[in-house]
């Protein structure tokens, strides 16, 4: 037992002096083969370089987008108040695949006059072209409204900001056109009702003189009471006239209705978003040091098998 735990230690200790002289014998290998690592690493260097010179660099704009909203009028409150709340157009997940969709990307290409952008959407297989991207916000997830990031592309920080705006203006045209059968029934209901102001102010007008004039006599009291009650219920129905007309301008005013708008404007940073220097330099240098060592390596290898063959 004693001798084969004596024979297992041998094995451990020359196993561990094997795999140092190992590693002694790869670092004398990179140490001697010094300048194809330094090659390596410069060949890299340099075409990190060449690509930051090279590749043309890229401009983001970035805009906070909130959709449009549709005034509704709801049920009667606390204080006999009619509740006013703005409804979105439609779902902000639903506009991001409006935005995305390839008819949607041909109208921004169209008025950018983007000949380029077209000639990519008809050769698409699928016909859509990630000329921007777009996300809901997690931040604003649960409002009633959440928020659209949208980040636009471009050659120049004019560019960018261009592709954004136009992109923001045509989502409020369709907002625009979605929104107007809602619009139009709210904008008769508050001619109706302001027709229906004017009919009960005059025949209130109408009572009040009445009510003047019987007030002279006292054999007409009758009358009188029942002017009176009249001209109360007219005064209460014209009083809900105007609160239901004020109301209907809330739900058609902002904030309960508004287009599609970009929060605090479009923003687009002077630095651009591509190429990234210090990414590309560091994959680079990385990638030219590995491509050294495996160039040290396969020379001495190649020379072992020379010097080998010339023996044989």
């Given at each position: 037992m004693e001798q084969r735990l004596v024979e297992i230690s041998e094995m451990n200790e020359n196993g561990l002096m094997q795999d140092e002289i190992n590693l002694l014998d790869l670092w004398e290998k990179l140490r001697d083969?010094?300048?194809?690592?330094?090659?390596?690493?410069?060949?890299?260097?340099?075409?990190?370089?060449?690509?930051?010179?090279?590749i043309p660099p890229k401009y983001e704009a970035v805009a906070l987008i909130q959709v449009g909203q549709i005034g509704q009028v709801g049920q009667v409150g606390q204080g006999g108040q009619t509740k006013v709340s703005g409804q979105p157009v439609e779902s902000p997940a639903q506009a991001i695949e409006r935005m995305k969709s390839p008819a949607f990307q041909r109208r921004v290409a169209g008025v950018l006059n983007d000949q380029e952008w077209l000639q990519d959407l008809a050769r698409s297989a699928t016909g859509?072209?990630?000329?921007?991207s777009l996300q809901v916000i997690k931040a604003t997830a649960?409002?009633?409204?959440?928020?659209?990031?949208?980040?636009?592309?471009?050659g120049s920080p004019e560019a960018a900001g261009r592709k954004a705006e136009v992109v923001v203006g045509e989502l409020t045209k369709v907002h625009d056109e979605l929104a107007q059968p809602t619009l139009?029934?709210?904008?008769?209901?508050?001619?109706?009702?302001?027709?229906?102001?004017?009919?009960t102010e005059r025949d209130l007008?109408?009572?009040?003189?009445?009510?003047?004039?019987?007030?002279?006599?006292?054999?007409?009291?009758?009358?009188?009471?029942?002017?009176?009650?009249?001209?109360?219920?007219?005064?209460?129905?014209?009083?809900?006239?105007?609160?239901?007309?004020?109301?209907?301008?809330?739900?058609?005013?902002?904030?309960?209705?508004?287009?599609?708008?970009?929060?605090?404007?479009?923003?687009?940073?002077?630095?651009?978003?591509?190429?990234?220097?210090?990414?590309?330099?560091?994959?680079?240098?990385?990638?030219?040091?590995?491509?050294?060592?495996c160039w040290v390596f396969v020379s001495d290898s190649w020379r072992r098998a020379r010097a080998s063959r010339e023996r044989g």
């Open positions: 083969g010094w300048k194809g690592v330094v090659g390596g690493l410069a060949l890299g260097t340099a075409i990190a370089l060449a690509g930051i010179v090279l859509t072209i990630k000329a921007f649960g409002q009633d409204v959440p928020l659209i990031e949208l980040n636009a592309v471009g139009m029934r709210l904008r008769t209901d508050l001619a109706i009702s302001r027709e229906k102001l004017a009919r007008v109408e009572l009040t003189k009445l009510v003047e004039a019987a007030e002279v006599k006292d054999d007409r009291f009758t009358r009188l009471a029942l002017l009176n009650s009249l001209r109360t219920n007219k005064e209460a129905e014209t009083f809900g006239q105007r609160q239901m007309i004020m109301t209907l301008e809330a739900a058609l005013g902002a904030p309960a209705t508004q287009s599609v708008h970009a929060i605090e404007g479009i923003f687009v940073p002077e630095k651009p978003a591509s190429p990234k220097k210090a990414l590309l330099l560091a994959i680079g240098s990385v990638g030219g040091l590995f491509i050294g060592i």
